[in-house]
Nanobody, 113 residues
Framework: QVQLVESGGGLVQAGGSLRLSCAAS??????MGWYRQAPGKQRELVAR???????NYAGSVKGRFTISRDNAKNTVLLQMNSLKPEDTAVYYC?????????WGRGTQVTVSS
């Protein structure tokens, strides 16, 4: 059974930093990443990392967020720096194997101005 468990969300002031962690189990994943959904908005890609290490980022977070993964531990991290109020959202871990796409339950990130 595949499980994705997020941690690391919370409340931070604008300009601050948070690090999100996602522990995945139950499969071997190719792409892993983070999405977010703000109230009243659609879920959007934040960052994604592939097995070989290539990455892509949403334009709004480039230069501020860094995604990384530990393949041995099936863990993906999202280091978020210079946070802005518009980064406030529920952040979801996402992973893909050969059969399906999986989602975590989400972790709240709130950035106060």
């Amino acid at each position: 059974q595949v499980q994705l468990v997020e941690s690391g969300g919370g409340l931070v002031q604008a300009g601050g930093s948070l690090r999100l962690s996602c522990a995945a189990s139950g499969s071997t994943f190719n792409a892993m990443g983070w999405y977010r959904q703000a109230p009243g908005k659609q879920r959007e890609l934040v960052a994604r990392i592939f097995g070989a290490g290539s990455t892509n980022y949403a334009g709004s977070v480039k230069g501020r967020f860094t995604i990384s993964r530990d393949n041995a531990k099936n863990t993906v991290l999202l280091q978020m720096n210079s946070l802005k109020p518009e980064d406030t959202a529920v952040y979801y871990c996402n992973a893909n194997d050969r059969q399906a796409e999986y989602w975590g339950r989400g972790t709240q990130v709130t950035v106060s101005s």
